[in-house]
Nanobody, 121 residues
Framework: QLEDSGGGLVQAGASLRLSCAAS????????IGWFRQATGKEREFVVF????????NFADSVKDRFTISRDNDKNTAYLQMNRLTPKDTAIYYC????????????????WGQGTQVTVSS
């Protein structure tokens, strides 16, 4: 089970940090992905981090602005979002899959409930 949090309403240029907390003790064996869905659009890949935190991959739209990390001792992953723009407005979801990460949301087995991020201009 995943619980994502940390969203909110911010102005353009601001930062937010999202958290993805897992209740599963085997969290360290799961890769974590973040996806987002804007109103009227399909869910899109944002970033993933592998289970060993060595492998990361970012969507071009967030590269150089977002970072991802994980603390396996706390069963939590983090998405640090900097220099936010109105185009980043969406519901953000964290997801988990066993072993290797993927950009394909269909490969993830567990999903958080989503957290709303709204960026005003």
């Amino acid at each position: 089970q995943l619980e994502d949090s940390g969203g909110g309403l911010v102005q353009a240029g601001a930062s937010l940090r999202l958290s993805c907390a897992a209740s599963e003790r085997t969290f360290s064996s799961y890769s974590i992905g973040w996806f987002r869905q804007a109103t009227g659009k399909e869910r899109e890949f944002v970033v993933f981090i592998g289970w060993r935190a060595i492998n990361t991959n970012f969507a071009d739209s967030v590269k150089d602005r977002f970072t991802i990390s994980r603390d396996n001792d706390k069963n939590t992953a983090y998405l640090q979002m900097n220099r936010l723009t109105p185009k980043d407005t969406a519901i953000y979801y964290c997801a988990a899959k066993y072993d290797q990460p993927s950009r394909d949301p269909g490969e993830y087995n567990y999903w958080g409930q989503g957290t709303q991020v709204t960026v005003s201009s």
